[in-house]
């Protein structure tokens, strides 16, 4: 029998998707289940970009350029600028989601065998970029005790060798919610620049942050141009995860014409997406203002419902919609499971993220996991109800 390839083998199972044959299970048994597993909001798509689709006079669904549609990067560069980032449409190639924006990166700037440093936890994702790039993770380890704030720059400086390319972050965090400072993005600038490495900021989140803090991008740092690379996509800002719209934006030049490469040998990203895409970009602020506040009253009641629970530790997310808590529990994907398959509270259960499947470094994370506050105010209520109930149950 032919043999499966040693990276087809090595690829992880998504953490957050793995579970899903048991929540399916669940509900054909008639339970009801509560998703805190996923970042799918339930907020609406703005209305301007389904009309767009539903208006488009297309008679031939052609190719875009590979680089998107000129007139959605130039908008986008308006927008950026809008935002106080330094922006030019020859910045931006646009993508197939961004995680094609993260695969075109590590394909532009690394290596097989060559090493990329990400604090963790980190997006699950990111462990599934890397093995298809044969580009190997360093963990630099962050903390739930201090809100997973960013390592100290001796922990950097400790990991890099010459094999190392680039450090990753993700800004404000999946899975921890955390918003990185000003002064943290530049410590950051000053270990790339001296260490001659590249920075990727996955800035999908940027909307998403709280309590008057202010997101600081990698596009504002000066000096390091042709170190910094983001990542952005439409999935969250506009709850639109099915468009399947991101792109990678750099200053550097060889970067750029590198991903183009790429970018070339998968065509175009879709053509429909990006009529949408480009119309969201109308969307008025006062969307985002509604958007914020709901998000931030979600987090406050998570938050407050979860520190009521005996022996449960929650780090407060300042940004994204995510947030890590620790459970007296020995193994939270045995208790995930267990809640799928064999618990339900009035009919109803929970389904949740092991957080172990967002760390590299084995054993770490086993009694933690990501919980997404992407549900309105009173299921969020009632899903806490229910762990607190379970936990008892379990632990008994």
Not at 34 to 46: A, F, S, V
Not at 89 to 118: K, P, W
């Amino acid at each position: 029998m032919p043999k499966i390839s040693r990276k087809g083998m090595q690829m992880p199972e998504s953490p957050i998707r793995k579970l899903v044959p048991y929540a399916e299970g669940a509900k054909k048994r008639g339970t009801k289940v509560y998703h805190l597993n996923i970042g799918q909001p339930d907020i609406k798509t703005p209305e301007v970009a389904l009309n767009a689709v539903k208006n488009a006079a297309i008679s031939v669904l052609e190719y875009s350029h590979s680089a998107g549609f000129e007139s959605y990067r130039s908008k986008l560069s308006a927008y950026y600028k809008s935002h106080n980032l330094p922006i030019e449409s020859q910045d931006i190639i646009i993508t197939t989601g961004g995680s094609e924006a993260l695969l075109f990166a590590m394909g532009t700037v690394m290596d097989t065998e060559d090493e990329i440093i990400i604090p963790e936890p980190f997006y699950a994702n990111y462990n599934g970029f890397s093995t298809a790039s044969g580009v190997k993770v360093v963990p630099v380890m962050s903390s739930i005790e201090d809100n997973f704030a960013l390592p100290s720059i001796e922990a950097f400086e400790k990991l890099i060798t010459p094999k190392t390319k680039a450090i990753l972050i993700c800004n404000p965090g999946n899975p921890t919610g955390y918003l990185y400072s000003k002064e943290e993005i530049l410590k950051l600038a000053e270990i790339v620049k001296k260490h001659d490495l590249f920075l990727i900021a996955d800035e999908v989140y940027r909307e998403f942050a709280y309590d008057g803090l202010q997101h600081y991008s990698v596009m504002n740092v000066p000096g390091i141009e042709d170190n910094a690379i983001m990542i952005d996509s439409v999935s969250k800002r506009y709850s639109m995860c099915g468009a399947r719209i991101g792109c990678i934006v750099s200053k550097n030049k060889e970067v750029m014409a590198t991903a183009m490469k790429f970018a070339q040998a998968r065509l175009s990203p879709p053509t429909y997406a990006q009529i949408a895409s480009e119309a969201a970009l109308d969307t008025p602020k006062s969307y985002f203002d509604e958007v914020i506040t709901e998000y931030k009253e979600r987090r406050d009641i998570l938050v407050t419902e979860l520190n009521k629970i005996p022996g449960v530790t929650v780090a407060e997310p300042k940004g994204a919609f995510y947030c890590i808590a620790k459970l007296p529990v020995k193994n939270a994907d045995d208790f995930a499971q267990w809640l799928l398959e064999d618990y339900n509270f009035n009919n109803e259960t929970v389904m949740v993220a092991p957080a172990a499947g967002f760390y590299s470094t084995p054993g770490v994370g086993l009694d933690e996991v990501r919980i997404a506050y992407v549900l309105k105010k009173e299921d969020l209520v009632k899903s806490v109800q229910i762990l607190k109930q379970a936990l008892t149950v379990y632990n008994n």
